[in-house]
């Protein structure tokens, strides 16, 4: 174990792992048919995989994301036999054995790694699993169009492989009129009519509520599992995950004309309680929440002011007498949500969560071991 996972910091970061799973089974029964992923990338955007993936698995989920080749080995020694891992960033050269021997699949992103798949499995004689990504409008990964086009005339190009997805990726799916879906969509679909006997796969979470035309037989969330809002401007219908919950090192009392933190941004009015808790930049709580951000000390919401600095936060806690150093403050869970600390910090729900880091003394709750107990 590293140094600082064996003495973390005295925040807490807690996941709630009964909650991913009942956000998987509420977008999993919005589906008629269709199969429900779940999408691990990034250490499960950063809740830690080795306990998101088994609980996903606990609950059902049999088919897994993740960005890169590493991320699918660790994933693979989490997850039953029977799951199947994806590895969106494609097969690069000289990774063939290991996904080979990983049964990892390949989300193949071009001709060259379609032939490069195909070759390795002509040479093994044997059909090897693979995902085929067809860019609709991302312009980022998959197959261009030009190259879509050249493989929808010539489908024997796919027959070494046991191709078990089609797919591609929405650009802005959580804007339900926004007319790039409907036309994403009608490219996957002109695209899937060369190859009508395969299996598609095209929604994100917020793709799901964009209805049953956008499900095909496989969906992909990821924020929506960790308990970010899919939907804009609508209530979430998922439950929040990730509760951050910071120690209060210090109580500071202090009279105008003090000012608070680095760069003396922050000049106190009167006689004012400063908290000073253990969360900073360094442990993904952003900088951009200097003097915006807020926190809960028991039922009262509390101003961040002055900077956030690297390891510390300061909270004007004049309205709380009782805080004292020891407390915790609930900087990010119920009632302050990922996508309010996002949209204060002026990012998005995703960022926050990949950012936390491995400082934080992490506590899990629920998940399949709980129910074993
Ligand atoms: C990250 C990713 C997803 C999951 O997206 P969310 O918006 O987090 O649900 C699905 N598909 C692909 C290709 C991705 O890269």
């Given at each position: 174990?590293?140094?600082?996972?064996?003495?973390?910091?005295?925040?807490?970061?807690?996941?709630?792992?009964?909650?991913?799973?009942?956000n998987?089974?509420t977008l999993?029964?919005?589906?008629?048919?269709?199969?429900?992923?779940?999408?691990?990338?990034?250490?499960?955007?950063?809740?830690?995989?080795?306990?998101?993936?088994?609980?996903?698995?606990?609950?059902?989920?049999?088919?897994?994301?993740?960005?890169?080749?590493?991320?699918?080995?660790?994933?693979?020694?989490?997850?039953?036999?029977?799951?199947?891992?994806?590895?969106?960033?494609?097969?690069?050269?000289?990774?063939?054995?290991?996904?080979?021997?990983?049964?990892?699949?390949?989300?193949?992103?071009?001709?060259?790694?379609?032939?490069?798949?195909?070759?390795?499995?002509?040479?093994?004689?044997?059909?090897?699993?693979?995902?085929?990504?067809?860019?609709?409008?991302?312009?980022?990964?998959?197959?261009?169009?030009?190259?879509?086009?050249?493989?929808?005339?010539?489908?024997?190009?796919?027959?070494?492989?046991?191709?078990?997805?089609?797919?591609?990726?929405?650009?802005?799916?959580?804007?339900?009129?926004?007319?790039?879906?409907?036309?994403?969509?009608?490219?996957?679909?002109?695209?899937?009519?060369?190859?009508?006997?395969?299996?598609?796969?095209?929604?994100?979470?917020?793709?799901?509520f964009?209805?049953?035309?956008?499900?095909?037989?496989?969906?992909?969330?990821?924020?929506a599992?960790?308990?970010?809002n899919p939907l804009?401007?609508q209530p979430n219908p998922l439950r929040?995950?990730?509760?951050?919950?910071?120690?209060?090192?210090?109580?500071?009392?202090?009279?105008?004309?003090?000012?608070?933190?680095?760069?003396?941004?922050?000049?106190?009015?009167?006689?004012?309680?400063?908290?000073?808790?253990?969360?900073?930049?360094?442990?993904?709580?952003?900088?951009?929440?200097?003097?915006?951000?807020?926190?809960?000390?028991?039922?009262?919401?509390?101003?961040?002011?002055?900077?956030?600095?690297?390891?510390?936060?300061?909270?004007?806690?004049?309205?709380?007498?009782?805080?004292?150093?020891?407390?915790?403050?609930?900087?990010?869970?119920?009632?302050?949500?990922?996508?309010?600390?996002?949209?204060?910090?002026?990012?998005?729900?995703?960022?926050?969560?990949?950012?936390?880091?491995?400082?934080?003394?992490?506590?899990?709750?629920?998940?399949?071991?709980?129910?074993?107990?």
């Amino acid at each position: 174990m590293d140094p600082l996972s064996a003495r973390p910091s005295q925040s807490v970061l807690t996941v709630d792992l009964d909650a991913i799973v009942a956000n998987y089974r509420t977008l999993a029964a919005r589906l008629k048919g269709a199969a429900c992923a779940g999408v691990v990338k990034a250490d499960a955007y950063g809740l830690g995989v080795h306990r998101v993936a088994p609980a996903l698995a606990a609950a059902g989920c049999r088919e897994f994301f993740v960005a890169h080749l590493g991320e699918g080995l660790a994933v693979r020694e989490v997850t039953p036999r029977d799951a199947r891992v994806y590895v969106l960033h494609g097969l690069l050269a000289g990774e063939e054995d290991e996904f080979r021997a990983s049964s990892l699949t390949p989300v193949l992103n071009d001709l060259e790694q379609i032939a490069r798949w195909s070759a390795v499995a002509k040479s093994r004689g044997m059909r090897l699993p693979a995902a085929v990504h067809v860019d609709t409008g991302m312009s980022r990964l998959g197959l261009p169009a030009a190259e879509a086009k050249t493989l929808a005339a010539d489908p024997s190009r796919l027959e070494a492989l046991d191709v078990r997805y089609v797919m591609s990726h929405l650009a802005c799916a959580e804007e339900t009129g926004n007319p790039l879906n409907p036309a994403q969509l009608a490219e996957f679909t002109r695209f899937r009519q060369a190859f009508p006997q395969l299996k598609a796969s095209l929604a994100n979470s917020s793709g799901i509520f964009l209805g049953p035309a956008y499900h095909f037989d496989l969906v992909r969330p990821g924020c929506a599992l960790y308990g970010i809002n899919p939907l804009l401007q609508q209530p979430n219908p998922l439950r929040q995950v990730a509760r951050l919950e910071g120690k209060i090192l210090q109580i500071h009392e202090v009279d105008p004309p003090r000012t608070v933190g680095y760069g003396a941004t922050h000049r106190v009015a009167g006689r004012t309680r400063i908290a000073t808790v253990a969360a900073g930049y360094a442990d993904g709580w952003p900088r951009s929440l200097s003097s915006r951000g807020s926190a809960f000390i028991g039922d009262s919401r509390v101003p961040v002011i002055g900077r956030v600095s690297m390891d510390l936060t300061t909270l004007d806690v004049t309205a709380v007498p009782a805080a004292k150093a020891g407390d915790t403050v609930e900087l990010m869970g119920e009632r302050i949500p990922v996508d309010e600390v996002a949209e204060t910090a002026g990012t998005i729900g995703y960022e926050i969560l990949t950012r936390l880091g491995a400082r934080y003394h992490r506590v899990y709750t629920g998940g399949p071991a709980a129910a074993a107990q």
